[in-house]
């Protein structure tokens, strides 16, 4: 009789556990959808004042369009095929940009970071040249490089390095002294020490870094597209402007915004599985 009671007090503890799983996963899609929903009020809420606003002729679509005529404008330049086509020339610019500058600024934050004497040599001039405005630069890259795509991508690159660098080296630094003497305790040697504490307590800021890089080479982009590009994005908004189509105009800022918040949230979802280990303060909820 013992062993048919255990049995069917397991049975009953997996399925227990099985309805806890559920109902979390039910409170977690819920949770999802509600903040869906509020993070879409304000939004609708500017986009219906906006569209009476416009409708009753207080502003001149010349200057501000409404959404609906936004809206036929998106949809026009892709059915003509033109929104595919600039899409995907300053898509693949940033992404060459991003790679470039975020693996060099990583490599570079990594030295400065293990390295007091790296940090002496690389750090000043670094920090130096990251003050320097992207527009100030950009009559440089064009006079060494031309108007060719290699001037467009090292511009976008530029931009990409500085938060990826700054991010990489704090990460390092901010590992707490006392990780070291546990990991002397337990006789790290130096591969296990990068690998297994000070690039996972680094991790955090070298993420934000990541998030903080894309938007700059998106940055980037658009200043790199406006120097004498003939496509991508930021020629098409360029070219709007000066035959002033301020709705074309509108619909290059909003791709602008939807592909970088799609980047931000790629980054912030792959944050969210490489740190599950932390627990961190999450906000209020009231």
């Known amino acids: 009789m013992q062993p048919a009671h255990t049995e069917k007090k397991s049975i009953l503890s997996n399925s227990l556990s099985t309805v806890k799983i559920e109902t979390s996963i039910q409170t977690q899609s819920k949770n999802a959808r509600i903040t869906l929903i509020k993070g879409l009020v304000l939004p609708l809420v500017i986009l219906i004042m906006w569209e009476v606003v416009g409708t009753v002729g207080h502003i001149s679509p010349t200057v501000l369009p409404t959404p609906h005529l936004i809206a036929e404008e998106f949809y026009h330049l892709a059915q003509s095929g033109q929104l595919l086509l600039h899409l995907r020339v300053s898509i693949w610019r940033s992404l ?9 600024g990583f490599a570079f934050g990594i030295w400065s970071g293990f390295s007091r004497r790296a940090e002496k040599q690389l750090d000043p001039s670094i920090q130096m040249l990251r003050t320097v405005p992207h527009l100030v630069i950009t009559p440089l890259f064009i006079l060494w490089f031309g108007f060719g795509e290699m001037s467009k991508v090292l511009l976008i690159a530029l931009g990409a390095f500085f938060p990826i660098y700054v991010n990489t080296f704090l990460g390092i ?13 337990l006789s790290f040697n130096r591969r296990d020490l990068i690998t297994k504490l000070i690039i996972p307590a680094a991790l955090p800021n070298i993420l934000l870094g990541i998030r903080l890089s894309l938007g700059a080479a998106w940055l980037g982009l658009v200043v790199a597209e406006m120097m004498g590009s003939s496509s991508g994005v930021g020629f098409l908004i360029m070219d709007a402007r000066y035959f002033s189509i301020t709705s074309l105009v509108f619909v290059g800022i909003i791709i602008f915004a939807i592909v970088g918040k799609l980047t931000d949230s790629l980054v912030k979802l792959l944050e969210k599985r490489l740190l599950r280990w932390r627990d961190s303060y999450l906000g209020d909820n009231p």
């Open 173 to 185: 630094r901010s590992v707490d002294s006392k990780l070291f003497e546990v990991a002397r305790v």
């Open 96 to 104: 060459h940009g991003f790679l470039l500058g975020a693996s060099i």
